[in-house]
């Protein structure tokens, strides 16, 4: 059963499931952590950025923990992704995003660290703002291409999607057609050239690697998109959460919604085995990496489970600790048994 990692500001929470049910841990409590990520071919390695403590790297999927090796020169460290198209050895290649945006590249697991060019010398850049702190920005996502090695997407929060073609060593500027604030992107293993994107002024596609993109809004009356899961055995079913405003997502009076969309339809609102939207911030939404139809939704201090592509949900019992309180869960991830 799949090992799930969720990043709550205060800790780490890793979950062991186990059919119905999930043992918790914490971990890297007291640390604000805001991004985690498992390596695909090595899923005991697991990495978790922090705002203010850099970056923390696990070798015993989430059992212990140590700091990043060195290169990193920023404590805040908003994101981080694995690049399995850019193996070296038995683990793949690690990208962490900071705050202000800079992309630093790692080959041997964390050791050693590679900044990327300046990001700032982007055209664009002079519009990159985050609105709660508007005079900074950080790499909210980064996305390799699971089809063309060396080629990433990144995304500033807020302002522009951008992409390397080569691993970092050289950036290109957002188009005219891209979402401004996307918060997640996606690319699924089946779909070369295919691009999600969740993003605060709505749900984006392109089907050109990112030269071209529209927007899918029929039947999506929520339009501030925080999370984004695509079904591992079929990149045209695609879940969303969503709010109507940033306020409403993160803040009070919260109220948050999940919707279901195959390729050629509009978006439908999913609620069956879920609680009322209202009072509830925006959930962090996950596909398993190899199950075909399956995925998790992480809403505040409930787990759910759809086996049948996100028509219908169950939520796992979770023997949470008495000591653990969520409010909102900043990201997920989830690993496979080696």
């Known amino acids: 059963m799949p090992k799930l990692y969720f990043a709550i500001e205060d800790a780490l929470v890793v979950l062991t499931t186990k059919g119905d049910d999930a043992q918790c841990e914490l971990q890297l409590t007291g640390h604000d952590v805001q991004c985690v990520a498992v390596d695909p071919l090595l899923p005991q390695h697991v990495y ?18 140590r700091p990043a090796g060195e290169g990193i020169t920023q404590s805040k460290v908003q994101s981080v992704a694995i690049s399995t198209l850019e193996r070296v050895g038995n683990h793949g290649v ?9 992309i630093y590249r790692s080959e041997d697991a964390g050791e050693t660290w590679q900044a990327s060019p300046d ?35 990144v995304a500033i ?29 996606l690319i699924h293993p089946s779909a070369p050239d295919r691009l999600y994107s969740a993003a605060g002024d709505g749900y984006f596609e392109s089907y050109d690697g990112g030269k071209t993109w529209q927007p899918f809004e029929d039947g999506l009356e929520n339009r501030y998109v925080w999370s984004v899961a695509l079904d591992a055995g079929d990149p045209n079913t695609v879940l969303i959460s969503s709010a109507r405003s940033p306020r409403q997502s993160h803040y009070e009076p919260a109220e948050s919604f ?32 190899s199950k075909r139809g399956a995925f998790y939704a992480a809403w505040e201090d409930n787990v759910f489970r759809s086996t049948d592509s996100g028509l219908s949900w169950a939520r796992l019992n979770v023997a949470w600790p008495k000591e653990i309180q969520i409010i909102e869960i900043c990201e997920m991830a989830i690993g496979e048994p080696a």
């Open 48 to 65: 978790c950025g922090t705002f203010g403590t850099g970056l923390w790297r696990s070798n015993d999927a989430g059992k212990n923990w």
């Open 94 to 102: 690690v990208y962490a995003g900071t705050e202000p945006s800079a």
């Open 119 to 153: 990001l700032t010398a982007l055209p664009s850049s002079k519009d990159w703002s985050f609105p709660p702190r508007p005079y900074t920005h950080h790499v909210r996502w980064i996305e390799p291409d699971p089809h063309v090695a060396g080629r990433i997407f």
């Open 157 to 185: 929060e807020a302002g522009a999607l951008i992409h390397s073609p080569d691993s970092g060593a050289h950036w290109e500027d957002r188009v005219a057609s891209s979402p401004f604030d996307t918060h997640q992107l």
């Open 258 to 289: 999940l919707y279901r969309r195959v390729t050629g339809s509009s978006w439908q609102q999913v609620t069956t085995g879920l609680p009322d939207p209202a009072g509830r911030h925006t959930a962090l939404l996950a596909a398993h990496p």
